[in-house]
């Protein structure tokens, strides 16, 4: 970083995205589309299934190649009972076979199992932390390629401590040593999007708790720096994340946009409908290797009026 100039802008808009298979880096004539929806906290309650399929209907009127989701997609397996994951996750599998296209989920860390239950869960329970999203969604970090961009999904969720809290942000060693694998079978000029839940460069918290405020282990990944290096002389074009229901878009050196995109329960199915942020999603446009983005506010409206 400390090469680097950190520029930042706020932005109310816009995303991109595209590429050719590997062997072809930003060979394309080809654009398409796709959806960043991060933050949907799916659960029984607060009317969440009606606002969550409003989303999936507009996401099908969009008609985009796929969609990517960013975690936080149920409400919650962290501090729950199994029973009440089990409905939550059930709930969330049937609703998303609505998308018309693809989904390509990130974990969240409200998707991982009995970190916050009390008392303090059996570790070996077979759906213990990440294993619950494992054995029921897929896996928790991978990489994909779409028309010669190269997509890859991290989990950036660790077990925190009594001093550090529930969770932290951090990417564990093997997701590094797989990041730097992964990287070799990638030419330098492709177009490269990042997904992680928690992120890797926000403002937020220096807004919301000012400058001076140091203890971000639980809203940003701790180990940035080294998740970060591989990409140093890659074409890092995009890094979307979530969790802090926040829509920013931090452009660095216009080289690489760091964007938090919304949430689609906007403040946990709260939200006023006077807010400036309102439950939605990112759309990405992608033409060559260059991208536009846009969030689009689906409608979901709670009747609720800022105090
Ligand atoms: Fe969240």
Not at 257 to 271: E, N, P
């Amino acid at each position: 970083m400390k090469t680097f100039l950190w520029i930042f802008s706020l932005l109310l808009g816009a995303v991109a995205c595209t590429t050719a298979p590997k062997d072809q880096p930003g060979d394309t004539d080809d654009s398409f589309s796709f959806v960043f929806m991060t933050d949907i906290h799916l659960k029984p309650e607060l009317g969440a299934p009606e606002g969550f399929q409003m989303a999936i209907d507009s996401v099908n009127a969009i008609h985009p190649d796929f969609v990517i989701t960013g975690g936080d997609l149920v409400d919650d397996a962290l501090y729950a009972t199994h029973g009440r994951a089990d409905t939550l996750y059930n709930l969330y599998k049937k609703m998303a076979k609505g998308f018309d296209m693809p989904v390509h989920n990130t974990m969240g860390n409200h998707e991982i199992y009995g970190y916050g239950v009390k008392p303090a869960l059996d570790q070996n329970h077979p759906e213990y932390g990440e294993k619950m999203f494992e054995k029921r969604i897929g896996k928790r970090y991978y990489s994909f390629d779409h028309k010669g961009w190269h997509f890859m999904i991290l989990d950036g969720i660790e077990k925190g401590d009594v001093n550090l809290g529930t969770y932290i942000g951090k990417v564990d060693d093997q997701q590094l040593q797989w990041i730097k694998k992964d990287l070799e079978d990638v030419y330098p000029q492709t177009p490269i999007v990042v997904v992680t839940h928690i992120p890797l460069v926000s403002i937020m918290p220096q807004i919301t708790r000012g400058p001076l405020y140091g203890d971000n282990h639980g809203s940003l990944i701790t180990n940035q720096q080294e998740v970060l290096a591989p990409f140093r002389f890659m074409n890092l074009k995009l890094v979307l994340q979530g969790h802090l229901h926040a829509l920013e878009d931090n452009n660095l050196m216009g080289r690489t946009h760091f964007i938090t995109g919304g949430a689609v329960c906007g403040k946990w199915w709260k939200t006023p409908d006077d807010s400036p942020l309102q439950e939605g999603f990112l759309k990405i446009d992608i033409k060559g290797d260059d991208f536009t983005w846009s969030y689009v506010d689906y409608g979901w409206e709670t009747g609720i009026v800022s105090p």
